[in-house]
């Protein structure tokens, strides 16, 4: 008890310093506030955007990590893809649509920032043919572009004689031809696509030209959300104001919570900004959700002020005993609030880590800014004003519609307690089934609107084309034989050589001639090692040549033997597969090493169709890449094998991004390699964005989960001790509880995808409608000392503390329509969200809580009077 | 045909003539000469090459084959045998080349492992040698009528041409400007602009030497600067004027190599 009083008149001894401070010295206040602002708003011009989807990985994720190791060793670029589509009945394979492309292609090559030799185009591959007199002839496929239809014809018997192009440059129907552009680095890609977006007027094409590619829809979506952050947080600002200003009327009043929530954001976003984060889509959101928790507290005090402020009292006593009433609720909201977003610290999405820390960090700095910054700039106005402020607010009270409906929604909630809680009950369990319905499903290019320009390209180019989404199924060697070995089974010709006078080991300590990388690299070993007999060959005698040839061809064999991807049944294996995921019909195309062999093979052995097939031995594979490889592209066959053919990247093309389709793929697989185990000694891992989009929305997932159920322990716990008792501790738990239910049950049953924006919903559901309770069990548990009836006290809460919940929760949910007419989805989510939030929460604090309160009480008095 | 790129003095051969090629300044004889040094050394000549693939990565491959080769003319159709040995998977690849200058060379294929012999069409020349940074004609010799060739200035050792392709539909380059040795006529540097004007690939010779009289190549690296990749041919076993007979340049020796002609010694 002692320790409680002495901590209560600590507390006091604070609350009095801190409003002492703010009333004498109220300059010194704006002073500082106003250098704080002004330092962080001078870092924001080093704002860097990032949209990469890849971030939400950390940077050593495993899976990322492999995913940049197969791009590397596979040379897999980040594309752009444009995409012509002729509507006309010959489709694109006319003497106009295919000038036109052809003319883009060469066009696009000689921008900077592409990587001309990597472009894939009709004019920019080649074609592996057949003429008449039975010779192979490797020709660019469409060097110059068809001037007559038969010559339009002729590209098209090409392509679809080309498995790797057929559906993937050009479609299926014969209607759309595609460009796809690698870019030396991501970061140029919207600035390419408006480039060739003002190229394509010009060549005058009745064709449908759309660009889309990840890259493409990455960056675009970070100068819309450049734009968004410019427009939209703003503009909820101005709703903010005007709603205050409709309840309580008087602009200088409102303008100070303007200040706090301006200063909090534009500290929190220099800061965030200065300190060397990037901008992601889930910190240009911190505006937005930073502006309603630092109006809360404000609109706190000053509708208790309003409330107890007379004309011609001192406005500095009124302020202080003001502040000093309200100063525990708000801390304590403050630091729940808080807890909820710091607890996304403990999920595994960077992004999601730093939107945490940073409106947690926010929070208690609006904390601050509050509590120093209103009663300064309170005690600094006019009498007059405060005066017709007064006059405005008990004018509209009289006669508002807040002040008549609420105390009918607290005889409603008293009285119809059975029915109310009936209802909530009923409610809680429709919700949960709700829960249960949660389709977990995320795609960046829905962050565009369905009528975007991003959103049509996507779809038109996936309704003709195999896909624009890629997913890599990467199979490798699992490392078994080794130098050690290799060395054993030498062992018998290095000591018949011996026996001769020969001494062959100089030659197998090559290791001082390599880098650190290539000695344990047995491969390199290897292949320095025939490189050295070899030169050592050259100059040998007779004698020594046997033994060196002896030696040079095991190590070929053993070279051979680990070529595994020149084995045809190898080769076999993946056809099988192929087929496999073409007839689920989940896959629109699989793009394999196989392809490449038959398509060789076919051609040198008599192009036809029956010798589509993959050659009899792994020398006749060789031999048939040696071929491909003479060819204007050689580089394309390191896209589907590494140089030492000990890996083997298979192209999935899906027709969407969405991580369910690839989660279905992924099990698919399994399924096969259960079926038809891998050959030995390979394994399979998935690369490509599609992948990384399901890998980082399982870690979102859990991520959430665990942040949400600790940061409700730590929210219940502080309730505990707020109130010193375990049943207000549950009952302040309660509102939340049902908020966070009740909007994810409404998830669940409207359909829409849980994405990233819905799943941190989750902490701001919790830090807000905990607020609400705290603020009406802090001011119930007042009013019920005060009167000593419960049902009085719960009267009393329908008046100005049940109006402050409500002009809150108003607030803030109006404040964010503007975010309604955003031109990207994740804002729309939020702005709709954060609406039912506020709606969801208020009315469970002023119903249920009463409810429940009032449902204890009436047993008690009956048992009394019994 | 590294071999091929060794030179021989010509017809004229000998010393005394360096005297006149040192003063040439007419461009076009400049390259005629330094093509028949570097592709006609000899009536006839054997060398075996070995190149060493880089990728951008730092990734190796190798092949090696063996190379015979006949003039029919000085300057004029040659006849080429290329045997593989290495990789070992593709051992006993081989390419038969009948080269034309100012027309189609043609061209014959044999695959082991397919047990096939395929006549390949002539095509462009500019495509890729075996998966290498050399282009078929980097190692069969480019038609010096292809170009138009302007002396830009003659140094101390060397002439220094520039060159524009008469047909520029024909290849990816926009011009080359190339380095000749005044004293053996051979090409030690050669690079490559493409139509933005940037350098974007290029020939060095790393070794040269002077074989049977002959000045030949015993190294040269093409980089392909704007991919990042390079290859680095080494040649041996250079032999000039061996007698090489007419008639192992046939369909014959595709399936049955005439090994009295690819052994070292």
């Given at each position: 008890?002692?320790?409680?009083?002495?901590?209560?008149?600590?507390?006091?001894?604070?609350?009095?310093?801190?409003?002492?401070?703010?009333?004498?010295?109220?300059?010194?206040?704006?002073?500082?506030?106003?250098?704080?602002?002004?330092?962080?708003?001078?870092?924001?011009?080093?704002?860097?955007?990032?949209?990469?989807?890849?971030?939400?990985?950390?940077?050593?994720?495993?899976?990322?990590?492999?995913?940049?190791?197969?791009?590397?060793?596979?040379a897999?670029?980040?594309?752009?893809?444009?995409?012509?589509?002729?509507?006309?009945?010959?489709?694109?394979?006319?003497?106009?649509?295919?000038?036109?492309?052809?003319?883009?292609?060469?066009?696009?090559?000689?921008?900077?920032?592409?990587?001309?030799t990597d472009?894939?185009?009709?004019?920019t591959v080649d074609n592996i043919?057949?003429?008449?007199?039975?010779?192979?002839?490797f020709q660019w496929?469409?060097?110059?572009?068809?001037?007559?239809?038969?010559?339009?014809?002729?590209?098209?018997?090409?392509?679809?004689?080309?498995?790797?192009?057929?559906?993937?440059?050009?479609?299926?129907?014969?209607?759309?031809?595609?460009?796809?552009?690698?870019?030396?680095?991501?970061?140029?890609?919207?600035?390419?696509?408006?480039?060739?977006?003002?190229?394509?007027?010009?060549?005058?094409?009745?064709?449908?030209?759309?660009?889309?590619?990840?890259?493409?829809?990455?960056?675009?979506?970070?100068?819309?959300?450049?734009?968004?952050?410019?427009?939209?947080?703003?503009?909820?600002?101005?709703?903010?104001?005007?709603?205050?200003?409709?309840?309580?009327?008087?602009?200088?009043?409102?303008?100070?919570?303007?200040?706090?929530?301006?200063?909090?954001?534009?500290?929190?976003?220099?800061?965030?900004?200065?300190?060397?984060?990037?901008?992601?889509?889930?910190?240009?959101?911190?505006?937005?959700?930073?502006?309603?928790?630092?109006?809360?507290?404000?609109?706190?005090?000053?509708?208790?002020?309003?409330?107890?402020?007379?004309?011609?009292?001192?406005?500095?006593?009124?302020?202080?005993?003001?502040?000093?009433?309200?100063?525990?609720?708000?801390?304590?909201?403050?630091?729940?609030?808080?807890?909820?977003?710091?607890?996304?610290?403990?999920?595994?999405?960077?992004?999601?880590?730093?939107?945490?820390?940073?409106?947690?960090?926010?929070?208690?700095?609006?904390?601050?800014?509050?509590?120093?910054?209103?009663?300064?700039?309170?005690?600094?106005?006019?009498?007059?004003?405060?005066?017709?402020?007064?006059?405005?607010?008990?004018?509209?009270?009289?006669?508002?519609?807040?002040?008549?409906?609420?105390?009918?929604?607290?005889?409603?909630?008293?009285?119809?307690?059975?029915?109310?809680?009936?209802?909530?009950?009923?409610?809680?369990?429709?919700?949960?089934?709700?829960?249960?319905?949660?389709?977990?499903?995320?795609?960046?290019?829905?962050?565009?609107?369905?009528?975007?320009?991003?959103?049509?390209?996507?779809?038109?180019?996936?309704?003709?084309?195999?896909?624009?989404?890629?997913?890599?199924?990467?199979?490798?060697?699992?490392?078994?034989?080794?130098?050690?070995?290799?060395?054993?089974?030498?062992?018998?010709?290095?000591?018949?050589?011996?026996?001769?006078?020969?001494?062959?080991?100089?030659?197998?300590?090559?290791?001082?001639?390599?880098?650190?990388?290539?000695?344990?690299?047995?491969?390199?070993?290897?292949?320095?090692?025939?490189?050295?007999?070899?030169?050592?060959?050259?100059?040998?005698?007779?004698?020594?040549?046997?033994?060196?040839?002896?030696?040079?061809?095991?190590?070929?064999?053993?070279?051979?033997?680990?070529?595994?991807?020149?084995?045809?049944?190898?080769?076999?294996?993946?056809?099988?597969?192929?087929?496999?995921?073409?007839?689920?019909?989940?896959?629109?195309?699989?793009?394999?090493?196989?392809?490449v062999?038959?398509?060789v093979?076919?051609?040198?052995?008599?192009?036809?169709?029956?010798?589509?097939?993959?050659?009899?031995?792994?020398?006749?594979?060789?031999?048939a890449l040696l071929q491909y490889q003479s060819s204007h592209r050689p580089q394309d066959l390191w896209h589907?094998?590494?140089p030492?053919?000990?890996?083997?990247?298979?192209?999935?093309?899906?027709?969407?991004?969405?991580?369910?389709?690839?989660?279905?793929?992924?099990?698919?697989?399994?399924?096969?390699?259960?079926?038809?185990?891998?050959?030995?000694?390979?394994?399979?891992?998935?690369?490509?964005?599609?992948?990384?989009?399901?890998?980082?929305?399982?870690?979102?997932?859990?991520?959430?989960?665990?942040?949400?159920?600790?940061?409700?322990?730590?929210?219940?716990?502080?309730?505990?001790?707020?109130?010193?008792?375990?049943?207000?501790?549950?009952?302040?738990?309660?509102?939340?509880?049902?908020?966070?239910?009740?909007?994810?049950?409404?998830?669940?049953?409207?359909?829409?995808?849980?994405?990233?924006?819905?799943?941190?919903?989750?902490?701001?559901?919790?830090?807000?409608?905990?607020?609400?309770?705290?603020?009406?069990?802090?001011?119930?548990?007042?009013?019920?000392?005060?009167?000593?009836?419960?049902?009085?006290?719960?009267?009393?809460?329908?008046?100005?503390?049940?109006?402050?919940?409500?002009?809150?929760?108003?607030?803030?949910?109006?404040?964010?329509?503007?975010?309604?007419?955003?031109?990207?989805?994740?804002?729309?989510?939020?702005?709709?969200?954060?609406?039912?939030?506020?709606?969801?929460?208020?009315?469970?604090?002023?119903?249920?809580?009463?409810?429940?309160?009032?449902?204890?009480?009436?047993?008690?008095?009956?048992?009394?009077?019994? | 045909m590294?071999?091929?790129?060794?030179?021989?003095?010509?017809?004229?051969?000998?010393?005394?003539?360096?005297?006149?090629?040192?003063?040439?300044?007419?461009?076009?004889?400049?390259?005629?000469?330094?093509?028949?040094?570097?592709?006609?050394?000899?009536?006839?000549?054997?060398?075996?090459a070995?190149m060493k693939i880089v990728d951008a990565?730092?990734?190796?491959q190798l092949r090696?084959f063996?190379?015979?080769?006949?003039?029919?003319?000085?300057?004029?159709?040659?006849?080429?045998?290329v045997?593989f040995?290495?990789?070992?998977?593709v051992?006993?690849t081989?390419f038969?080349?009948?080269?034309?200058?100012?027309?189609?060379?043609?061209r014959?294929l044999?695959?082991?492992?397919?047990?096939?012999?395929?006549?390949i069409?002539?095509g462009d020349k500019r495509t890729s040698f075996v998966g290498s940074d050399f282009f078929y004609e980097d190692v069969s010799?480019r038609?010096?009528?292809?170009?138009?060739?302007?002396?830009?200035?003659?140094?101390?050792?060397?002439?220094?041409?520039?060159?524009?392709?008469?047909?520029?539909?024909?290849v990816e380059f926009?011009?080359?400007?190339?380095?000749?040795?005044?004293?053996?006529?051979?090409?030690?540097?050669?690079?490559f602009?493409?139509?933005?004007?940037?350098?974007y690939r290029?020939m060095?010779?790393?070794?040269?030497?002077?074989?049977?009289?002959?000045?030949?190549?015993?190294?040269?690296k093409i980089s392909n600067?704007a991919r990042g990749t390079s290859t680095l041919m080494?040649?041996?076993?250079?032999?000039?004027?061996?007698?090489?007979?007419?008639?192992?340049?046939?369909?014959?020796?595709?399936?049955?190599?005439?090994?009295?002609?690819?052994?070292?010694?």
């Open positions: 008890m002692e320790t409680n009083q002495l901590q209560a008149a600590e507390a006091k001894t604070i609350k009095h310093r801190v409003v002492e401070l703010a009333l004498n010295r109220p300059k010194t206040v704006y002073a500082v506030i106003l250098l704080m602002v002004m330092v962080c708003t001078a870092m924001m011009p080093l704002l860097t955007i990032d949209t990469d989807p890849e971030n939400m990985l950390s940077i050593d994720d495993p899976a990322r990590v492999f995913h940049n190791q197969v791009k590397r060793e596979f897999m670029h980040d594309m752009v893809v444009v995409g012509a589509v002729s509507n006309t009945d010959q489709g694109i394979y006319n003497p106009k649509s295919l000038q036109a492309l052809a003319k883009l292609s060469s066009q696009i090559q000689n921008l900077d920032g592409v990587i001309s472009q894939m185009a009709l004019n043919s057949q003429e008449s007199s039975g010779t192979i002839r496929l469409m060097k110059h572009a068809p001037t007559t239809q038969q010559q339009s014809d002729t590209v098209r018997n090409a392509v679809s004689r080309l498995p790797l192009l057929q559906n993937t440059l050009v479609s299926d129907d014969g209607r759309a031809a595609a460009i796809y552009v690698p870019v030396e680095s991501k970061e140029y890609s919207y600035q390419l696509a408006e480039q060739i977006r003002m190229m394509i007027p010009k060549l005058y094409s009745s064709d449908e030209y759309h660009i889309t590619g990840l890259p493409v829809a990455e960056d675009q979506f970070g100068v819309e959300m450049f734009v968004q952050m410019g427009i939209a947080a703003p503009m909820a600002g101005l709703a903010i104001f005007l709603l205050m200003w409709l309840f309580f009327r008087s602009i200088p009043l409102v303008i100070g919570p303007m200040i706090v929530a301006m200063a909090t954001v534009l500290i929190v976003m220099g800061l965030l900004i200065g300190m060397g984060f990037t901008v992601h889509i889930m910190s240009s959101m911190i505006a937005i959700f930073l502006m309603p928790i630092a109006v809360v507290d404000s609109t706190h005090i000053l509708s208790e002020f309003a409330d107890r402020y007379k004309p011609g009292d001192d406005a500095k006593a009124v302020i202080t005993k003001v502040v000093e009433h309200l100063f525990t609720p708000m801390l304590y909201t403050s630091i729940t609030s808080a807890v909820g977003f710091f607890s996304l610290m403990l999920t595994p999405i960077p992004p999601v880590k730093i939107f945490g820390a940073f409106i947690g960090f926010g929070i208690f700095l609006a904390f601050l800014l509050t509590i120093f910054f209103i009663p300064a700039y309170i005690s600094r106005m006019k009498p007059e004003s405060l005066a017709s402020m007064q006059a405005a607010i008990h004018r509209m009270e009289g006669e508002g519609r807040l002040n008549r409906w609420l105390p009918i929604l607290g005889r409603l909630s008293i009285r119809g307690r059975k029915f109310v809680l009936l209802c909530f009950s009923g409610l809680l369990a429709v919700s949960i089934v709700g829960v249960t319905k949660i389709e977990i499903n995320d795609n960046p290019v829905n962050w565009f609107k369905g009528d975007h320009e991003i959103r049509i390209a996507d779809r038109v180019l996936n309704e003709h084309f195999a896909g624009t989404y890629d997913a890599w199924l990467v199979l490798k060697t699992s490392e078994q034989a080794g130098k050690e070995q290799f060395l054993q089974k030498a062992k018998p010709i290095i000591e018949h050589a011996k026996n001769k006078g020969i001494d062959l080991t100089p030659l197998l300590l090559t290791s001082g001639l390599l880098t650190d990388e290539q000695q344990t690299d047995f491969e390199s070993w290897l292949q320095v090692l025939s490189t050295n007999i070899d030169d050592q060959l050259f100059d040998a005698d007779d004698d020594e040549a046997l033994w060196l040839e002896e030696l040079l061809n095991f190590t070929d064999q053993v070279r051979e033997q680990r070529r595994l991807f020149l084995k045809p049944d190898v080769l076999q294996w993946m056809t099988g597969l192929q087929n496999y995921l073409i007839e689920s019909g989940l896959v629109g195309k699989v793009n394999a090493l196989p392809d062999v038959k398509t093979n076919r051609e040198l052995l008599s192009g036809n169709e029956s010798d589509f097939k993959l050659p009899a031995n792994a020398n006749g594979v060789a031999q589907f094998v590494t030492d053919y000990r890996s083997s990247l298979m192209w999935l093309q899906l027709t969407s991004g969405d991580n369910q389709h690839m989660s279905q793929v992924i099990a698919l697989v399994d399924s096969y390699i259960r079926q038809h185990p891998l050959p030995a000694g390979l394994e399979q891992n998935w690369a490509g964005k599609a992948y990384l989009n399901v890998i980082w929305q399982d870690a979102m997932v859990s991520g959430m989960l665990d942040s949400l159920l600790s940061s409700f322990a730590v929210v219940f716990l502080m309730m505990v001790v707020l109130f010193r008792s375990l049943k207000y501790g549950i009952l302040a738990m309660l509102p939340l509880t049902f908020t966070i239910t009740f909007i994810y049950g409404l998830i669940g049953w409207v359909g829409k995808d849980y994405d990233m924006p819905i799943a941190v919903l989750s902490a701001l559901t919790l830090g807000l409608s905990v607020d609400f309770a705290i603020h009406f069990l802090e001011r119930f548990r007042e009013f019920h000392k005060q009167f000593g009836s419960v049902t009085e006290a719960l009267q009393a809460m329908y008046e100005e503390p049940g109006r402050a919940i409500t002009r809150n929760a108003i607030v803030i949910a109006a404040g964010f329509t503007p975010l309604l007419l955003a031109p990207l989805v994740p804002y729309i989510t939020v702005g709709v969200f954060l609406a039912s939030i506020m709606a969801a929460s208020a009315l469970t604090t002023l119903m249920l809580l009463p409810a429940l309160l009032a449902f204890g009480q009436k047993e008690k008095a009956q048992k009394v009077r019994i | 590294r071999i091929l790129r060794t030179a021989l003095f010509m017809i004229v051969a000998a010393a005394t003539s360096l005297a006149t090629a040192e003063s040439t300044t007419d461009a076009s004889d400049i390259v005629r000469r330094a093509n028949l040094a570097y592709y006609y050394a000899g009536a006839d000549g054997r060398a075996e070995r990565q730092g990734r190796t090696q063996t190379m015979l080769r006949r003039d029919q003319s000085q300057g004029g159709n040659q006849d080429m045998l045997f040995s290495r990789p070992s998977d051992r006993g081989v038969r080349v009948v080269r034309q200058p100012g027309n189609e060379d043609d014959w044999y695959l082991p492992g397919l047990d096939l012999v395929k006549r069409s002539a010799g038609d010096p009528n292809a170009d138009r060739h302007t002396l830009l200035e003659t140094t101390d050792k060397f002439y220094v041409l520039t060159s524009i392709p008469k047909d520029s539909e024909s926009a011009s080359y400007q190339s380095w000749i040795n005044r004293e053996t006529l051979l090409p030690e540097k050669v690079e602009t493409n139509s933005k004007g940037q350098l290029q060095e010779v790393l070794k040269t030497d002077s074989i049977q009289g002959y000045p030949v190549v015993l190294q040269a600067l080494q040649m041996r076993g250079i032999r000039f004027d061996l007698g090489l007979p007419e008639g192992i340049f046939s369909e014959r020796s595709l399936r049955t190599p005439p090994t009295q002609w690819l052994r070292k010694k």
